[in-house]
Nanobody, 126 residues
């Protein structure tokens, strides 16, 4: 059974840090472009970061560049999102997503990803 399971969310004060994990079963992340999206209350789900299958190229939403880092541990078949200098506007449910083929020009579009996790809540207090 193919499954993505996120963990690591929680409540943190502004300026703090969290690391989200996305563990995969039934697939090998090395063969997939992986991404993180987030959805704040009342808003649409929005792209945060992505990593190509090679693991050597990553992409970020402008507002998180320099603060968030996507990475992958091939041995653990897990993708991470390290989030530093968190701000209240980062509060959202964060979702992990993956797909074997993603059009590069559309890497930020959620319809490019077939596999999704259940989400993990991140709340940043001011």
């Amino acid at each position: 059974q193919v499954q993505l399971v996120e963990s690591g969310g929680g409540l943190v004060q502004a300026g703090g840090a969290l690391r989200l994990s996305c563990a995969a079963s039934g697939i090998n992340f090395c063969g997939y472009t992986s991404a993180w999206f987030r959805q704040a209350p009342g808003q649409r789900r929005d792209f945060v970061a992505a990593m190509r299958r090679s693991g050597q190229t990553d992409y970020y939403k402008d507002s998180v560049k320099g603060r968030f880092t996507i990475s992958r541990d091939n041995a653990k078949n897990t993708v991470y999102l390290q989030m530093n200098s968190l701000q209240p506007e980062d509060t959202a449910v964060y979702y992990c997503a993956a797909n074997p083929w993603v059009i590069l020009s559309a890497i930020e579009q959620e319809d490019q990803y077939r596999l999704w996790g259940q989400g993990t809540q991140v709340t940043v207090s001011s």
